[in-house]
């Protein structure tokens, strides 16, 4: 049972995290994304080392709020926690100086102990938060906090507070895991002595893998984009652990990042120029010409301005921007780089800036003011990264109308949608394999649309503006790794879609009128309503059903009740005969009352129209379902086949067109009155003598005996036509008895003999 009053209570751990520290992608992650899991109605707490180098001014706004000591192997180090309130989301920084009070936050030779500490600290501060703060999900990123989950499934496990506590662990980018010598097992982690840590840790002779620990340990793995959770379980992305994720494949997705849609605002950034909107885009001209005229270029608008801000490293395909540039340069577009790394690269910009004066430019530094800048003044911006988890650069450029040139891996994949010319689809240019023709090939597809089809152009621009890369887009599918993972609690309404909301209304309404609707097709309620008088009140409800089964439909996976819906819809053994069990007291009134007012001689004269007219009505409303009678048939003509095959084919048809009407219900009620005022060898005498229409039209009550009840139910008449219909239809109605051979149908037949013999 859901408890509607608990939140998701998250606590989630990473190395570093804006504004407070952030080297990298994992900051930007741990500063928006756990706000956007607030505004989503979970209670959050983020755990950060309290490094030296955070700014005073938020370490002015810190508060004492414990402390305590951790055991690392025979280590027993000091850990306070200081709390801070930050934009709605409260931080726990963990507090050790020996560890954390250095000028950077990674590069140093105890790094290794350092964040073994850091893991440690956080497990053993989950008994130490906030009053009513008990964890529910303990989400870890990058080798950082990788061995939190070991330490929780070691040295935790059975306690009552961490028993309810599920492990998620993301991965930013697998290439770095945390190796060590094996020498820290005992000395730093003090888990030598258990078997199984020691052995799902190690991965060579003589080094431990503090990522792989996690990967074998935590109850669900997350990556930054599906391609490059798809990428990394291959040997050319895997760098190693490839072979784990393949075997932990079922707990491992992909989950884009966003970015803050609120800071990178064209309308509204301070650090660019002008401000412009996807509506009015003359602030971007006045940026690109100011930019222009600071980095040395020509000022000029009839050429293409393309810029990278990027690590000058061989991951960023800078091997590819070296091979083609000189093509890129003489071909009249504006080139402007800002980074650092590599030397070589460094140097290899330096000459290409000094061969094309006015058309390159190279800044070797950072500079984030001036990466503003360029995001917002160019016209195109070039990824062509040999891998990316996700990126964040050609998220940014769309934000602010620049197009992405990316290759086609990992995040760049998914995020950027490759121009085509034929619908002017589209976000960006793109190209698939990593190679400097390849992608100069790219470069100059962009730049002729540029100069060739300045219409097309801007309608891309457009498109690529309007994306939405919001961290609550994001957040929700998080949010739905961590109920799936924690049933027992309700997820807030403000938090499912609405338009799920508004079908589970509508549910209620229509289900008291006829529980049994949900679990059919609604095809098949439709071709109900429309034969019979009294069952039309209830066609306005089937139709209200038919729009909420389409709506469920879309969003199956975000409710239980839509995902209820949707596994009824198949209509398996199961479900028809728990089906049946739920509706034997209504059919057995609507039976009751169909068999009093209809004379046994109309069976025969009705027969006959019930298989044509209404099927011509119903015959459009009615093509899933025949489409599903078809299905049927394939399956159970086999069985048929051995016994009557000639008869078999000769009343399939008629008999998937009395399923598709509902008029067969009626001659369903009275042959079920005629089988209680005689004996079944008396009926064999009477159908012998009749002619053979009539025993086609009797063949079919024949085979619904069992669903009789059907006259006011939906539910029982399509399970019949999924169960094996068609082998029914043969000479076998006549003796009822015959029925009970066919073993889909044993449970059904003796439910209605029962039935009978209760009337």
């Known amino acids: 049972m859901a408890d509607s009053s608990k939140k998701m209570q998250i606590v989630f751990a990473s190395a570093e995290c804006a504004p407070f520290v952030k080297t990298g992608g994992l900051g930007d992650v741990a500063g928006s994304l756990p706000a956007a899991l607030v505004r989503a109605g979970a209670e959050v707490i983020v755990m950060v080392p309290k490094y030296a180098t955070i700014k005073d001014e938020y370490k002015a706004q810190m508060e004492h709020f414990s402390d305590f000591y951790v055991s690392l192997g025979w280590r027993n180090e000091y850990c306070g926690l200081e709390k801070l309130e930050h934009d709605g989301v409260t931080y726990m920084f963990i507090d050790n100086e020996r560890y954390f009070a250095r000028d950077y936050p990674y590069g140093f030779f105890d790094d290794g102990e350092r964040f073994a500490f850091f893991s440690k600290a956080i497990t053993e501060s989950l008994q130490h938060l906030p009053a009513g703060f008990e964890c529910d999900i303990l989400h870890c990123n990058d080798w950082q906090t990788a061995l939190a989950p070991v330490f929780l499934r070691e040295f935790y496990q059975g306690l009552p507070l961490y028993d309810r506590v599920k492990t998620v662990f993301s991965i930013h980018n697998v290439a770095f895991q945390g190796q060590f010598s094996d020498t820290v097992m005992e000395d730093i982690l003090g888990v030598a002595h258990i078997p199984a840590a020691a052995s799902q840790l190690r991965c060579d002779a003589c080094s431990i893998n503090y990522m792989l620990g996690a990967l074998r340990y935590a109850d669900a793995i997350t990556t930054v984009s599906p391609t490059y959770a798809n990428e990394i379980q291959t040997p050319e992305f895997g760098e190693g652990l490839d072979g784990v994720l393949r075997e932990r494949s079922y707990a491992l997705q992909g989950i884009l990042n966003g970015i803050d849609v609120a800071g990178f605002d064209p309308a509204t950034d301070k650090r660019i120029a002008a401000n412009y909107t996807v509506e009015d885009r003359s602030g971007k001209a006045v940026c690109k010409a100011k930019l222009q005229e600071e980095l040395g270029l020509e000022v000029r608008d009839d050429r293409p301005l393309m810029v990278m801000v990027t690590r000058l490293t061989r991951q960023k395909g800078m091997d590819l921007v070296m091979y083609a540039l000189d093509r890129i340069l003489s071909g009249g577009v504006q080139v402007a780089v800002l980074g650092t790394g ?151 309404a403000a938090v499912v879609d609405e338009p799920v909301v508004v079908a589970e209304e509508t549910a209620a309404v229509v289900e008291p009128k006829a529980e049994e609707k949900p679990v059919e097709a609604e095809s098949e309620m439709k071709a109900e309503a429309a034969p019979e008088a009294e069952t039309k009140p209830a066609a306005k409800p089937a139709a209200k059903k038919t729009t909420t089964r389409k709506t469920t439909a879309k969003k199956a996976t975000t409710t239980k009740a839509a995902a209820t819906k949707t596994a009824a819809a198949k209509t398996t053994a199961a479900k028809a005969t728990t089906t049946r069990k739920r509706t034997t007291a209504a059919a057995k009134k609507a039976a009751e009352a169909e068999a009093a007012s209809e004379v046994k001689a109309e069976a025969a004269v009705e027969a006959k129209p019930a298989v044509k007219a209404p099927a011509k009505t119903t015959a459009k409303k009615s093509t899933a379902t025949a489409k599903k009678a078809t299905a049927a048939k394939k399956t159970t003509t086999t069985k048929a086949t051995t016994t009557k095959a000639a008869t078999t084919k000769a009343a399939a048809k008629p008999a998937a067109k009395v399923e598709e009407t509902p008029v067969e219900a009626k001659p369903a009620a009275k042959t079920t009155t005629r089988k209680r005022s005689t004996t079944t060898a008396k009926k064999t005498t009477t159908k012998t003598a009749a002619p053979k229409a009539e025993a086609k039209a009797e063949d079919k009550p024949a085979v619904k005996a069992e669903p009789a009840p059907k006259a006011a139910e939906v539910k029982t008449a399509p399970k019949a036509e999924a169960k094996p219909e068609p082998a029914k239809e043969t000479p076998v109605s006549p003796a009822a008895p015959a029925a009970e051979k066919a073993p889909s149908k044993k449970t059904s037949v003796r439910k209605a003999t029962a039935t009978r013999k209760r009337r």
Request: aromatic share 16%; charged share 25%.
């Open 342 to 492: 590599d030397r070589d690269y460094e140097d290899g910009l330096r000459y290409f800036q000094d061969k094309h004066p006015g058309t390159m430019a190279a800044r070797i530094e950072f500079d984030p003011a001036l990466s503003q800048r360029m995001y917002a003044a160019a016209d195109m911006f070039l990824m062509p990264s040999k891998f990316e988890p996700c990126g964040l650069s050609q998220i940014i450029a769309m934000r602010y109308g620049t197009l992405p040139i990316v290759r086609e891996t990992g995040g760049l994949k998914d995020t950027v949608q490759p121009y085509n010319e034929f619908t002017g689809e589209g976000t960006g240019f793109s190209f698939s394999n990593f190679n400097g023709d390849e992608m100069g090939d790219a470069v100059f597809r962009a730049a002729r649309l540029f100069w060739d089809n300045r219409d097309a152009w801007n309608q891309l621009v457009t498109q690529a503006m309007s994306q939405d890369f919001s961290w609550t887009r994001s957040a929700d599918k998080y949010l739905d790794l961590y109920f799936f993972m924690h049933p027992e609690i309700e997820r807030p």
